[in-house]
């Protein structure tokens, strides 16, 4: 049940997990680069489907990433077969969303709940959140049974 409310599975569009936890990175080394949404709106994989498919290694951590060169030419861009024109460019979007993302190599990773970050994470938050949307009851209770 955990991953279906990952994946969003029934709970309503979109994802479940991506719409209301953001990931906040701190050294980098518990945050995958790709599929964990910690710069932007989205996850990488979301925003850059293609760079994701292409990837020689989509389970790297942000740190593993970094400590490679993830700037434009860096050595942390390894891919299956030599990238199309256009391919090369969204890495360099890519590359531009990270220029001043500083890590805190001293700091552990960390989500944050962003329905309520100042006070985090609660039942009662998410099922106000899930009847908003309507959701029907079984679901919610499965919700709170896996939790």
Known sequence: ????????MGLWEGS?????VCRIVGGGGRTFFCSDNWVGDVPLRVKFPRRFDLAVDKWVTVQQMESRGW?????????????????????SECASLLHNVVLQDHTIDRWRWMPDPLHGYSVWMVLMLISQRQVCLPNVVDLMMCG
């Open 71 to 91: 700037a434009d030419g860096g050595g942390a861009w390894e891919w299956r077969r030599r990238l199309l024109a256009w391919e090369e460019e969204t890495v």
């Open 1 to 8: 049940m955990i991953t279906s409310i990952r994946r969003g």
């Open 16 to 20: 479940w997990f991506e719409d209301n």
